[in-house]
């Protein structure tokens, strides 16, 4: 069964920084795009960067210049680097992938979350 494990999250001062991982696991035949989502509480979740499978990145305006989206296709892995956080940054962070199982077509998937604080 494919999922995505997420890892890296935590409590951070305000201009720290924190990486993200997210891994794909299971029975994949190919991944296309990956990406991070973000959800504060008492907002919509959106977009923070994506990530195709040739490595193209795309940001949202309010990331761009402080973090980071890449990827290890032979791990299977996607990276969100995260430089001068901010109070504002803080949220649940998502992974989100494009995933081909073996036996099937591609679907969406979603990793379980993990939480991103920033405060001094």
């Known amino acids: 069964q494919v999922q995505l494990v997420e890892s890296g999250g935590g409590l951070v001062q305000p201009g720290g920084s924190l990486r993200l991982s997210c891994a794909a696991s299971?029975?994949?035949?190919?991944?296309?795009?990956m990406g991070w989502y973000r959800q504060a509480p008492g907002k919509q979740r959106e977009l923070v960067a994506l990530?195709?499978?040739?490595?193209?990145?795309n940001y949202a305006d309010f990331v761009k210049g402080r973090f980071t989206i890449s990827r290890d296709n032979a791990k299977k892995t996607v990276y969100l680097q995260m430089n001068s956080l901010k109070p504002e940054d803080t949220a649940v962070y998502y992974c989100?992938?494009?995933?081909?199982?073996?036996?099937?077509?591609?679907?969406?998937?979603w990793g379980q979350g993990t939480q991103v604080t920033v405060s001094s």
């Open positions: 989100n992938a494009d995933i081909r199982a073996y036996g099937s077509w591609f679907a969406n998937y």
């Open positions: 299971g029975s994949i035949f190919s991944i296309n795009g």
């Open positions: 990530i195709t499978s040739g490595g193209i990145t």
